[in-house]
């Protein structure tokens, strides 16, 4: 028997919010792996197995997936929103590098809805004109380039998504990087602190970023800011699709 792997997107938090391709893997696969929250997210049943892991083990747990499809088993890893962005899919093409014997095995990236497009959807249409994604944890990079990143990106008046804006661990990095949007922007730039999207937790405030304090931040929240003409219009904020 062939087996597989399978990168798979939960979405932000709402079940109606898994797409019906990733529903079906899910009721395919013998094995789910993922980060402990997220395996959370599966209902157990007969014959399947469920391998949660802590989320500082990525590449063994794709090492464990490439493995267990190598014996015939259906595996699926699971990200939340989508499995490319800040999250599993990068982990398993880089466990693929040096294993050439894995690399004919039937693997597949199922797409979900990530954090930023769910929390731009609740506000409005914050990124409607161009924008970028950053992760400002520095697990995986020196902050200097994340600070040289969101330099460049506000200097080009990108709007912008920030991930994994503050955790415990790291509590100082978010205010270094208000404090470069300060350098940068003018003090009405609207920034939305959107946290828990989707979820019955969820929470969406829009502030100016004269106001912005590192502590609305958390690692629920996703924060967007806005380019120079990103505005709002009742209770919804928007970027208008031209830079004029
Ligand atoms: N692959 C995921 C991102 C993983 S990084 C995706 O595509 O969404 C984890 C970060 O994603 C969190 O720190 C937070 O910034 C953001 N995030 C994930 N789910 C979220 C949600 N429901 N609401 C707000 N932010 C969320």
């Known amino acids: 028997m ?10 932000p938090g709402d079940p109606r919010l898994v797409t019906p391709e990733v529903t079906a893997a899910l009721a395919q696969a013998t094995d789910i792996l993922g980060y402990i929250p997220y395996v959370a997210r599966i209902a157990p049943r007969p014959g399947l197995t469920l ?4 989320n500082r083990e990525e590449l063994a747990r794709a090492r464990a997936a490439l493995t267990l499809a190598a014996a015939g088993r259906h595996a699926v890893i699971v990200s939340s929103g989508d499995p490319g962005v800040f999250a599993m899919a990068s ?10 014997d894995w690399q004919a095995l039937d693997i597949r990236v199922l797409p979900g809805i ?8 609740a506000a409005g249409a914050p990124l409607g004109h161009d924008f970028c994604a950053i992760n400002l944890s520095d697990n995986l990079k020196p902050f200097a380039l994340i600070e040289a990143r969101v ?7 990108f709007a912008m998504a920030f991930y994994n804006p503050r955790s ?21 730039r609207l920034i939305t602190f959107a946290r828990a999207v989707s979820t019955p937790d969820q929470t969406i ?28 219009v009742g209770r919804f904020v928007y970027t208008p699709r031209s830079a004029e």
């Not at 391998?51 to 802590?54: F, I, K, Q, R």
């Not at 982990?91 to 050439?100: G, K, N, S, T, W």
């Not at 990530?114 to 959807?121: E, G, R, S, V, W």
């Not at 590192?214 to 709002?232: C, K, Q």
Request: aromatic share 2%; with cysteine.
């Open 168 to 188: 415990a661990s790291r509590p100082e990095g978010f205010g270094r990087v208000l404090a470069i949007l300060r350098d940068t922007c003018t003090p009405d």
């Open 51 to 54: 391998h949660p892991s802590d």
């Open 91 to 100: 982990a398993v093409f880089e466990a693929l590098e040096d294993r050439p």
């Open 2 to 11: 062939t087996g597989s792997v399978i990168i798979a997107g939960l979405g």
């Open 205 to 232: 405030t829009t502030v100016t970023l004269n106001d912005a304090r590192p502590e609305m931040a958390d690692m629920r929240t996703v924060v967007l800011v806005g380019n120079a003409t990103t505005r709002r």
């Open 151 to 157: 330099r460049a990106a506000a200097g080009a008046d």
């Open 114 to 121: 990530t954090a930023m497009l769910a929390a731009a959807a």
